[in-house]
């Protein structure tokens, strides 16, 4: 079981951890909604949950509650380019079908 | 393919529902535009990696407009159809643009605002400005790949009602919701006040192109409050550009300059500007249409004696609203440099010298204003927690309303903060009035011939009533943009009269100073005429309702030699009314008063008698 960050994800969260000021890393998550059923959350962390499971990946805490982790095992996290947009992008291996969205998915 | 953001804990925006925010500086002469990612604000760049558009628009001949760099850059073999500068039109007439026939313009006067005759037919300040925001909203929905939620827009602090509301409809214009109008200096505060979580008072200095804004601002637990504003409205690095523009003219002995030469001339003169913030010298060369070749050496030491006296201008305003303030240069906790002038490295050491302490220049002084935007925006969608911070900002001059005898009673003094609302009550001044006008006016003196007016509207229906009895509440609301509305409502009967105060063109800062100077210098006169009118006022009062009562009761309730008494006192007041010593009428007022004291309470017994008449022996003893 087990969440990773890409190199150019993890350079990011921390450079954006640093100009934030505080928190201790990241939360991933899904919740149901959106067009296909379900969508990711991604969101600072201040303070940790009882139930959160931790992975330590190129030096960045990822948190996330083991629900979520079920639809999300294997899952590689990208920050990317694409013109003038950047961001982050899920690399999913349990998704059937996405809405093209790159938001929501189905598994 | 929408890319995911980081948010704030718990504030994870639903897919598809993206609360895309963005702040924009719509500069005079570079606008930005920023927004908040992962927690972090950043200005958003064209595709070519530039953050800088210059507020430039050129009209092509299939109507179509030209944006940016490519529009600066033809501006000097296009003059007339390439607006450049066009902030200093927004919001304005004619008649406000004193250097009108120095532009290259076509001006077409038209009421409230001007107009620009260009190739592409007649065009609107605020619609050059809405082609600026396009550009810049189009950039924005590419880097976030979706429709925006809103912007806040930021506007110079002394920015009149007229010029915000023209920004606000330049926005629409341009598809833009506007979710709030920001002062620019008080955005750099937020941009600086955020990053280093800052606490104190500071002073922000934003010399930009066009425009020299100072502005005192307290911070405090991540509370902004500004405290003062001051600035000058035509000063700014096109100042210094045209300095050199002149040195060259005349080191060179040219006559008889093309607009095409003469804009060539300016944009070497700013590159030149530029040069001089790094280098101790520069070379300036060109070839003019006629032939004329320039080719002269500028050294910085020549540069900063050509403008020593635009650095001085700044410190006066600077002087003026530390003393709005009540502050001293000691009080002032740091400095927070802000727009491209400020890059000058004499900006920088006469500002250090004035304030005996190192500006704070981390951010980059072209994007502060823009980040700040950025910053209030994303927290304004919602995307951030608003009770971290509340922002305070002040309105420039005092609002009031014309009371009797044009007088103006001021409802928000000068310098409050907004978003403010402020309530006063008024009342009808003769017997079974229904009517009553309402004169808003802005500015410090006491007389309204000396404020300028904004709006009058009138209050119908009020139900008949003695002359006092009415109850109207007449309410200010400045908004968080600095847009006033006044509604005015009768208590008793509810009647209701509102009006959004949209004046055709506003007031200039030259007219604010002039008008803040005056009424410090008028201070004393003006409270003589206050005191005269309030006297004529109160002396007219009485006369109307002492001749009403004697009307009424007079017969009954007096004596003959009474009423002569009475009579005498009434013809002597009328006499004073119409002098001009407000001592003389008082003292006729008061004794007019003291003579009708026992009518007065004669008058009360009997209606308390006939208020008892009516009423059964029962009622009165249960
Ligand atoms: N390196 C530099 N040295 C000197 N001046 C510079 C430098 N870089 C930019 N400027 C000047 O800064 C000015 C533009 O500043 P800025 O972009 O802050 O103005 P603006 O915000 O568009 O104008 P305004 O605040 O008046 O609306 C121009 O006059 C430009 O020449
Ligand atoms: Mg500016």
Known sequence: ?107 | MALLQIAEPGLCADPHQHRLAIGIDLGTTNSLVATVRSGSAAVLEDESGRALLPSVVRYMQDGSPQVGLEAQLRQSDDPHNTIVSVKRFMGRGLKDVQDAAATPYRFVDAPGMLRLETRAGVKSPVEVSADILKTLRGRAEAALGGELTGAVITVPAYFDDAQRQATKDAARLAGINVLRLLNEPTAAAIAYGLDNASQGTFCIFDLGGGTFDISILRLSQGIFEVVATNGDSKLGGDDFDERIYRWIVEQSGIADLSAGDARLLLSLARKAKEALTEKDETRITATLSSGTAVDRVLSAETFFMLTADLITKTLGPTRKALRDAGLGVDDIDGVVLVGGSTRMRHVRSAVAKFFQREPLTNLDPDQVVALGAAMQANMLAGNHRSDDWLLLDVIPLSLGLETMGGLVEKVIPRNATLPVTRAQDFTTFKDGQTAMSIHVLQGERELTGDCRSLARFELRGIPPMVAGAARIRVTFQVDADGLLSVSAHEQTSGVQATIEVKPSYGLGDDEIARMLQDSFTHAHHDMAARNLREQRVDGLRLLEATQAALDLDGWQLLSDTERVTIDRAMETLRVMLDGLDHVAIKRAADSLNRATAQFAARRMDASIQRALAGRRLEALEA
Not at chain 1, 48 to 71: H, M, N, Q
Not at chain 1, 93 to 98: A, H, L, Q, S, W
């Open chain 1, 1 to 107: 079981m087990a969440i990773t960050l890409s190199a150019s994800a993890a350079d990011r969260i921390q450079k954006f951890l640093a100009q934030r000021g505080k928190g201790i890393g990241l939360r991933l998550g899904v919740r149901t909604s959106g067009c296909s059923g379900m969508a990711y959350t991604l969101e600072f962390v201040d303070e940790t949950l009882p139930d959160d499971l931790s992975f330590e990946s190129c030096g960045v805490t990822v948190l996330i509650d083991p629900k979520s982790l079920t639809f999300l095992d294997g899952t590689e996290l990208d920050f990317v380019r694409e013109g003038l947009n950047e961001g982050f992008k899920f690399n999913n291996p349990n998704v059937k079908n996405t809405c093209g969205c790159g938001e929501s998915f189905n598994v």
